[in-house]
């Protein structure tokens, strides 16, 4: 199984959500066996999402994780907000979103928000090859 951490901070940066896709890409490009375009297109953003989401509601940093499975790839967002992403309506108009985690379950196989015992959460999703 391959895998990597990386700490994205800080949530005031213009390229921390582009550095954390960057990231993913090197990730998926060190696979012996690749994965089909599409499947490094959803990791890269689903990766871009909840990056985006633990940065502007999480407390200003995050933990990325990515991990390989036999089928498919894990990508794990760890920030210190306990209150995890919450399915609403899109707002068409206003622009105050609602259209990222409604993706990111449709993108994943499985997706899961996990509470720390030391606060924050851990929202994952897997992303099928």
Do not use: Y
């Not at 794990?76 to 108009?93: F, K, N, Y």
């Not at 959460?121 to 090859?129: Q, S």
Request: proline share 6%; net charge positive.
């Amino acid at each position: 199984m391959n895998t990597m951490s990386v700490t994205v901070t800080p949530a005031r940066s213009a390229t921390a959500v582009a550095d954390a896709r960057e990231t993913a890409r090197a990730f998926l490009d060190r696979f012996v066996r690749p994965i089909a375009a599409e499947a490094a297109d959803s990791v890269i953003l689903v990766v871009s999402e909840l990056v985006t989401n633990a940065l502007r509601h999480g407390g200003g940093t995050c933990t990325l994780n990515l991990n390989t499975h036999p089928d498919g790839i894990e990508v794990a967002v760890h920030d210190r907000c306990p209150q995890g992403p919450r399915m609403r309506t899109p707002d068409l108009s206003g622009g105050t979103g609602g259209f990222g985690w409604p993706m990111v379950n449709r993108l994943a196989h499985a997706t899961a928000v996990t509470r720390l015992p030391s606060g924050g959460k851990t929202v994952m999703a897997l992303i099928a090859r």
